[in-house]
């Protein structure tokens, strides 16, 4: 199916909660006589799920009345919608738009096709929310496919958007394109990426006030190049700062931004060996925690003062952190660490008092974020697991490659699983987003929203 045909299973109708908020713009249009200004949106915001694992990088929706249940027939799809060549990023969501990259030889490719290919287009692609149509692409970068592990793409690193502009990564080459798939900026952050690229690039960027921010660490050990971590000015691209580290290889994980009790705020990173603080604004590291481990995959989460370091390819110990103090006087003190049931690939989550840790071999672990106890454990659906786990309305959204979706009750006293529902075709790793009542699922060749077909908004929607 071409690109400009995207399949649809349900009719294109906007939901009731789109109407809603469309129907009070347009009133209140009508009463000034004038186009009313767009109102700021806060990343939090109902509908909004702006970077990967969402507000805050939580992996956590506020919404209630979100699906439990459903078949890969369709009925419980608000629509599902093919998304030319291939990639596992995760999509995002801003102001009823679903944003998400992929990379193809050709508009008509699908995933198969696009491993055959040498020369691939890095695109930014739009999806409208209500419908699923897919709005416009947008060509980045051209060029060679590169090295790249056989379960990663080039577009690894998910986007991330501000609710006005969106920022991509591909293989050093940042860039930041407007709602209407206008490219606005592009800059070659990492000139000397393929000389070294082993893997392939999966860290997705970071925006904040006026900067984004990226990190890449190199993928091959006792090489000349550094692992960095840089802020770029989110209005031109131009690099503000960049620090720099020699104990390279190889960090995959996402930075993200702590706002501390006494309202600084500091970002945070994960590389070999060590957890580092830096001040957003000039890059200067305020502290530091160790970590043994190589090759860290899952990203830090944070739940109020409590840090987990989830562990890494090479000595798999997950590890809960105290902070104390704050700016350059900041402690991490260690509480406790497991070297059992550690994920080598999927971020855990801290959610309804409790961590949640998902193995990529199905075991699900809820323990007690303070101490380490097991509260209980329980096999998902059989799979290997290379999405994080998200979480909204009580509830935890398991992935597994086969397109398997485990929904476990996050509060019950014991392991209980609600349902395993399919979403019709195999994943690769792309994270779900949760937005406007829908969790967005991408598949090797499509992007599905799943919704509770049973809320009074979508039994409207479904009525058009």
């Known amino acids: 199916m071409h690109a400009s045909q995207p399949r649809h299973l349900l009719p294109r109708s906007t939901s009731l909660r789109a109407r809603i908020v469309r129907g009070a713009a347009l009133i209140l249009i009508v009463a000034s006589g004038c186009a009313a200004p767009e109102p700021e949106l806060a990343d939090d915001a109902p509908g909004e799920w702006r970077r990967w694992r969402g507000p805050q990088g939580r992996g956590i929706s506020q919404e209630t009345g979100l699906p439990v249940s459903w078949t890969d027939e369709g009925e419980s799809f608000r629509w599902r919608t093919w998304v030319p060549g291939a990639g596992n990023s995760s999509p995002v969501v801003s102001k009823g738009r679903v944003f998400l990259t992929t990379v193809y030889g050709e508009a008509e490719d699908d995933w198969n096709i696009t491993w055959q290919r040498d020369e691939l287009h890095r695109v930014v692609v739009a999806i409208d929310l209500a419908s699923g149509e897919l709005l416009w692409q947008t060509s980045v970068l051209q060029g060679i496919k590169g090295k790249v592990h056989h379960t990663n793409t080039r577009a690894a690193p998910s986007p991330v958007t501000d609710g006005k502009s969106v920022f991509v990564s591909f293989d050093g080459i940042l860039a930041a394109v407007d709602f209407d798939g206008n490219l606005l900026w592009k800059q070659d952050v990492d000139p000397d990426y393929y000389a070294h690229a082993h893997y392939g690039v999966s860290t997705s960027p970071v925006v904040g006030k006026d900067k984004v921010f990226l990190m890449q660490d190199r993928e091959e050990g006792d090489v000349p190049d550094k692992g960095w971590i840089a802020a770029?000015?989110?209005?031109?691209?131009?690099?503000?700062?960049?620090?720099?580290?020699?104990?390279?290889?190889?960090?995959?994980?996402?930075?993200?931004?702590?706002?501390?009790?006494?309202?600084?705020?500091?970002?945070?990173?994960?590389?070999?060996?060590?957890?580092?603080?830096?001040?957003?604004?000039?890059?200067?590291?305020?502290?530091?925690?160790?970590?043994?481990?190589?090759?860290?995959?899952?990203?830090?989460?944070?739940?109020?003062?409590?840090?987990?370091?989830?562990?890494?390819?090479?000595?798999?110990?997950?590890?809960?952190?105290?902070?104390?103090?704050?700016?350059?006087?900041?402690?991490?003190?260690?509480?406790?660490?497991?070297?059992?049931?550690?994920?080598?690939?999927?971020?855990?989550?801290?959610?309804?008092?409790?961590?949640?840790?998902?193995?990529?071999?199905?075991?699900l672990v809820a323990y007690e974020p303070e101490t380490g106890d097991v509260i209980w454990q329980g096999r998902v659906s059989p799979g290997q697991y290379r999405p994080s786990l998200v979480a909204g309305d009580g509830k935890l959204y398991a992935v597994n490659q086969y397109g398997i979706v485990s929904v476990v009750d996050a509060e019950a006293p014991k392991f209980r699983m609600l349902s395993e529902s399919s979403v019709g075709e195999g994943t690769q790793g792309a994270t779900p987003a949760i937005a406007d009542g829908c969790l967005l699922v991408r598949t090797q060749n499509h992007l599905v929203c799943v919704e509770d077909r049973s809320a009074p908004e979508a039994v409207a929607a479904a009525a058009g």
């Open 232 to 363: 770029f000015d989110k209005a031109t691209g131009e690099e503000i700062w960049r620090d720099e580290w020699d104990y390279t290889c190889c960090s995959y994980t996402t930075p993200f931004l702590l706002e501390r009790e006494d309202g600084t705020v500091e970002l945070l990173r994960s590389s070999t060996n060590e957890v580092v603080a830096h001040d957003p604004e000039t890059g200067t590291r305020l502290w530091t925690a160790e970590q043994q481990n190589t090759q860290p995959v899952p990203s830090l989460i944070i739940e109020g003062d409590l840090l987990c370091a989830p562990g890494a390819v090479h000595d798999r110990t997950l590890r809960v952190f105290r902070l104390a103090g704050s700016g350059t006087e900041t402690v991490a003190e260690q509480l406790w660490a497991t070297g059992t049931s550690v994920p080598k690939i999927p971020t855990p989550i801290f959610y309804r008092d409790r961590l949640f840790v998902l193995t990529d071999q199905r075991l």
